[in-house]
């Protein structure tokens, strides 16, 4: 077989976004790679089977799951070739390849190193094994003259299986479609030009509100449900903080610790330990500020290498706690070596108390206290209440879906009775909880890899469907203690087709609430009858948290006035000032998130604050927060008309950089400075001035003494050096005032900063559209944030534009360079310091461009080359201040506009 069948056509009409993409395909693929982002629903596979039969090349398809897998099958014979049979050319085996080869990731990898696939699930994916048998699989494709790969859900090769698919594409040289609905925009700068190596550059970006205005997406939006821990777990949570406080405690006044720390060399004779300090600051501090709080003096050689000329100290504090001990036990063996005893029954007691983890000391942000808060059974009710809300809603029309990370398969017995505790968050616990109250008798039913629970009376329809693919003789079995549900026994030659019975099951209204675990629904599974979805999930993670929720925003053919609500559970840490580790990994999940917001003039954004709640610690406000969210969940018609509003007021999605106002307090005291040079140099030009006019005024005055020649010549002294002094200082003041003017508002300096950025950017090719057809632009938000976008270009192009300004305006870390712009005032000097972004500190050449460009706009600068005796004590300073302030984060935010 040499091409494909002819004729072979997508049996619907395409989407305009679709129809635009493709008719610009060869365009994207003029590098040989084609990359594209576009969310859940937005017909990925289908934009990815078009593609491949244009290119016309024997194709592998890689997915990442078994079942996303079989999709692709199963799209193509049904929306090409409109047939159910599987043409015997497509295989499902890289070790024999067909015309077109639909794999897994998983499977790759293991074909290549010569194991087998079920050894390495996706989470052991980091593991190494030998590249012995990649040959073989090179050969076997160039053998089919492969020659486009396409990689669904592309981000996944953020995983170590990556290495085989480049060694792959290195050898075979194929045209690469990548698909994902989700970059792994949260990777780490080297992973991501991994990904980016491999994928290439991202070509199209499709937004949510450009599918919900086609239409291709249904208005939904994202709701809170808050808990509190149980008692058992509030004391649990009591006794940490209690044993946080007694280890706190005894560090500030351990004899031991002030003993090691006092003696230890770099506080003896620091000047010898430079290079230790400058690679240990956050240590070396800690030390500092222990030696202040026992009542130790500190001598004045410590302020003068960290450049602390106010000679601040700031509080012992758990931070400090932290990083003291972490000193202590792991960082300098050998100086602290004679306590090593006490060092090693301290490291046993932390441990046991669950305080330190992998060489990391952490009260209140670590793994124990977080699960704690994760996995609370406080978070069961909040279901129950949920579903028994939404039932009350929708009745009948109800499709709902509860992802969680875990089976707990232990609480399914095989008893005639089943009351035990449920003291566990998974799958069967939440079946059990809404099993127990099911008052209204709702059908219930569990999904996962090994438990398929579902109602009695979907017996019927189950096998009705077994049937349609094939698989006969099932064992299906009563629930040993509630006759209303029967356990499916999953066989080898079920397990590939259970989750599509299942699914239809639940499609038909069979199950109303269909309970699953992330890892087989989060990713791929298409229910698009599903209208609401709760996420009993801990994961963070960009990708995989956005995955979960596009399950439920899918457009539903059968129902075009279809909405979703999607559920987002919260145990509340009433001990904590920011309300938890659980609040904060939902804030996290929130960047990923784009949504409409909760208030009078809707807007589409990506971040919590968009959901308008209005937060109360008071144990008894939750209950009330809760309420207010089920009445906003209630009214799924203003739902749809806040999207309509919300749409309505753009037709573009921007990446902007939101700026805390603490990070641009430098702004603040650059124009103070000038504003002192505009003062000090306007007092010059009127000194000057009455040099200038002394003759006038005196000759006034004594017009009896016009005889006396030397007051003639005193005069003329005085003009000539009075117009001297006008011109100098009238230069002066002009120069300050137009710094002063360019500092005077943040947004506008932060715009200056920008179009620096912009031109250096140009200037080293990364940003290759023409200036004339770039924009920046520059607001600040109610909290007097600056923010910052750059309007036109290509996405990868403000990507990177977000990227960089980010790096100038950020603390001070380790760059390669710095920029000093100097401010003086009469005969006080000041520095001021920008790190210069990597991408301009790689050579000499591009950092000297930068700071022309920079003195330019703004005033006399000087480069600074950190890894000289000079730049390293500047740097240290700057960290040292950095560390001390802790500024807010530099946030990414997503908004459509015009």
């Not at 109250?437 to 189950?462: Q, R, Y």
Request: net charge neutral; charged share 25%; hydrophobic share 40%.
């Amino acid at each position: 077989m040499n091409s494909f069948p002819k004729n072979l056509n997508f049996k619907y009409s395409w989407r305009k976004y679709q129809s635009f993409l493709l008719d610009n395909a060869n365009d994207y693929l003029s590098d040989n790679h084609l990359h594209i982002v576009a969310p859940p629903g937005s017909g990925k596979t289908v934009i990815g089977l078009e593609i491949m039969i244009r290119l016309d090349k024997p194709t592998l398809i890689v997915a990442p799951t078994l079942a996303i897998r079989n999709q692709w099958i199963n799209r193509f014979c049904e929306l090409f070739l409109q047939q159910q049979d599987i043409p015997e050319w497509i295989s499902m085996d890289i070790k024999k390849p067909g015309f077109v080869t639909v794999v897994t990731y998983q499977g790759i990898h293991a074909a290549c190193n010569n194991i087998k696939e079920n050894e390495i699930p996706a989470e052991n994916a980091n593991e190494e094994y030998s590249q012995s048998n990649i040959l073989n699989v090179v050969k076997n494709l160039k053998k089919q003259k492969v020659g486009t790969f396409i990689l669904d859900e592309a981000h996944h090769l953020k995983n170590a299986w990556w290495e085989s698919l480049i060694e792959l594409k290195n050898k075979i040289s194929p045209t690469l479609v990548a698909l994902t609905a989700t970059p792994p925009f949260d990777i780490s700068g080297s992973e991501w030009q991994k990904y980016i190596q491999l994928n290439g550059n991202i070509d199209v970006e499709i937004s949510v509100p450009e599918l919900m205005i086609e239409g291709d997406l249904c208005p939904h939006q994202d709701l809170v449900y808050f808990t509190l821990p149980t008692k058992i777990e509030q004391q649990k949570i009591e006794n940490y903080y209690q044993q946080a406080s007694l280890f706190f405690e005894e560090i500030k006044h351990d004899e031991i610790i002030l003993h090691a720390i006092e003696n230890h060399p770099v506080y003896q004779y620091p000047e010898q330990y430079l290079d230790w300090i400058y690679e240990n600051l956050s240590s070396y501090t800690s030390g500092l500020i222990y030696l202040n709080l026992r009542g130790k003096k500190i001598e004045n050689i410590h302020f003068e290498i960290i450049g602390d000329q106010q000679k601040f100290i700031p509080q012992f504090d758990y931070f400090w706690t932290e990083e003291l001990i972490d000193f202590y036990l792991f960082l300098d063996e050998a100086n602290f070596k004679q306590f090593e005893e006490h060092r090693t029954q301290l490291e046993n007691r932390l441990r046991r108390n669950g305080f330190l983890e992998k060489k990391m000391v952490s009260f209140f942000n670590n793994k124990n206290l977080t699960q704690i808060f994760n996995s609370s059974i406080g978070k069961l009710q909040g279901i129950k209440e949920i579903v028994d809300f939404e039932y009350s809603v929708l009745k009948d029309e109800l499709k709902m879906v509860i992802l969680t990370d875990f089976i707990k398969k232990e609480f399914l017995t095989r008893d005639i009775q089943n009351d035990s505790e449920l003291d566990k968050m998974g799958a069967i616990p939440i079946f059990e909880k809404l099993r127990r109250e099911n008052h209204d008798k709702k059908k219930i039913g569990v999904l996962t890899g090994s438990i398929v629970i579902i109602p009695k009376s979907s017996e019927n329809i189950f096998k009705e469907f077994c049937i349609k693919k094939g698989v006969f003789n099932i064992a299906v079995l009563e629930l040993s203690y509630d006759t209303n549900y029967v356990v499916i026994h999953i066989i080898d030659r079920l397990r590939h087709d259970i989750v599509y019975i299942i699914t239809e099951i639940f499609q038909c209204g069979e199950i109303q609430i269909l309970i699953g675990t992330k890892s087989l629904l989060g990713e791929g599974w298409d229910a698009p009858k599903m209208n609401a979805l709760v996420l009993a999930s801990f994961v963070s993670s960009f990708v995989l948290s956005n995955q979960m929720r596009g399950r439920v925003i899918r457009t539903d053919v059968t129902n075009p006035h279809k909405t979703g609500n999607i559920w987002h559970l919260v145990c509340f840490d009433e001990k904590s000032a920011n309300g938890g580790q659980d609040l904060d990994i939902l804030k996290t999940r929130f960047k990923t998130f784009l949504g409409v917001s909760n208030n009078d003039d809707p807007s589409i954004e990506n971040n919590f604050e968009r959901l308008n709640i209005k937060f109360n610690t008071e144990k008894n406000e939750f209950s009330l927060i809760n309420l207010q969210t089920f009445s906003f969940a209630k009214d799924r018609d203003n739902l749809s008309k806040r999207w309509r509003a919300a749409l309505d007021k753009g037709n573009i999605l921007i990446e902007e950089l939101q700026i805390p106002i603490e990070t641009m307090k430098g702004n603040e005291e650059m124009k103070m400075n000038y504003l002192k040079n505009m003062i000090g140099n306007f007092s010059g030009i009127m000194i000057s001035t009455f040099f200038t006019f002394l003759q006038d005024v005196v000759a006034t005055l004594m017009k009896s003494w016009d005889n006396i020649h030397s007051m003639a010549n005193l005069f003329k002294v005085s003009f000539v050096a009075g117009l001297i002094g006008i011109l100098v200082y009238g230069g002066k003041f002009w120069r300050a005032t137009r710094q002063y003017l360019k500092y005077k508002n943040t947004v506008k300096h932060l715009k200056l900063i920008g179009e620096v950025t912009l031109k250096n950017l140009i200037h080293e090719r990364i940003i290759q559209t023409p200036e004339e057809n770039l924009r920046i632009i520059t607001s600040s938000d109610v909290y007097k944030n600056s923010v910052c976008h750059l309007e036109g270009g290509t996405n990868y192009e403000k990507s990177q534009f977000i990227q960089t300004l980010q790096e100038l305006v950020a603390p001070v870390d380790n760059p390669r360079y710095l920029l000093e712009q100097k401010n003086k005032f009469f005969f006080i000097k000041k520095s001021f310091y920008f790190p210069l972004p990597e991408v301009f500190a790689k050579n000499k050449k591009s950092a000297e461009f930068f700071q022309r460009v920079w003195s330019e706009t703004f005033d006399n600068s000087r480069l600074i080359f950190t890894r000289t005796i000079e730049g390293r004590r500047i740097l240290l300073n700057l960290r040292f201040h950095s560390l001390m302030k802790r500024n807010g984060r530099i946030e990414h935010l997503h908004k459509w506009t015009r």
